[in-house]
T-cell receptor, first 120, second 113 residues
Framework: AQKITQTQPGMFVQEKEAVTLDCTYD???????LFWYKQPSSGEMIFLIY??????QNATEGRYSLNFQKARKSANLVISASQLGDSAMYFC?????????????????FGQGTILTVHP | KAGVTQTPRYLIKTRGQQVTLSCSPI?????VSWYQQTPGQGLQFLFE???????NKGNFPGRFSGRQFSNSRSEMNVSTLELGDSALYLC????????????FGQGTRLTVV
């Protein structure tokens, strides 16, 4: 079984500052993928960044970077230079052991989310 | 390139009725997954379809079912609606492959009264 924990129900950040959203995970799978999604009030889930469990370097996508610490089972999202449009709910998610032919396939397990509010 | 399209966007149904939600994936995506999102339970996996076959199912009662057509479009059906089925239902599609991200539609917001 997989579990994602996001311990910050809400976070506040000043515009143009950086913010870190925490995510820890638990799995017995040897290989897995970690994802971050953004959900604005409109409801659509927007993919932000992906980290594979065997990737040696932390993933980066523009202003988003993923601080991946495998031994600690954490995959924190760092948003640099926050913008007002970054205000949204952020979800950390995991997909299980696809390489071993496991039954996870495309299933994503999500955390409870963190509401980020960016102040001007 | 068109994104994932879900119809309808909003739906109000009465307890006991049934409902069908539709999802058109991104062209070329053969995997379609469905999720239920509620304030209390968060995002929960319903099922995944690939090449018209259900290959994974979440922990939901049999009232929840789905199917996928040969053009990869998918429908999910909920029979005998209960008040607790009120939720945002999200559909996601992705290409095959281990590192592929899922792209989500805007969801169908179902209200059961």
């Amino acid at each position: 079984a997989q579990k994602i924990t996001q311990t910050q129900p809400g976070m506040f950040v000043q515009e143009k500052e950086a913010v870190t959203l925490d995510c820890t995970y638990d799995t017995s799978d040897q290989s897995y993928g970690l994802f971050w999604y953004k959900q604005p009030s409109s409801g659509e889930m927007i993919f932000l960044i992906y980290q594979g469990s065997y990737d040696e370097q932390n993933a980066t996508e523009g202003r988003y970077s993923l601080n991946f610490q495998k031994a600690r089972k954490s995959a924190n999202l760092v948003i640099s230079a926050s913008q007002l449009g970054d205000s949204a709910m952020y979800f950390c998610a995991m997909r299980g052991d696809f390489n071993a032919g496991g039954t996870s396939y495309g299933k994503l397990t999500f955390g409870q989310g963190t509401i980020l509010t960016v102040h001007p | 390139k068109a994104g994932v399209t879900q119809t309808p966007r909003y739906l109000i149904k009465t307890r006991g009725q049934q409902v069908t939600l539709s999802c058109s994936p991104i062209s070329g995506h053969r995997s379609v997954s469905w999720y239920q999102q509620t304030p209390g339970q968060g995002l929960q996996f319903l099922f995944e379809y690939f090449s018209e076959t259900q290959r994974n199912k979440g922990n939901f009662p049999g009232r929840f079912s789905g199917r996928q057509f040969s053009n990869s479009r998918s429908e999910m059906n909920v029979s005998t609606l209960e008040l607790g089925d009120s939720a945002l239902y999200l559909c996601a599609s992705r290409k095959t492959g281990v590192n592929t991200e899922a792209f989500f539609g805007q969801g169908t917001r179902l209200t059961v009264v």
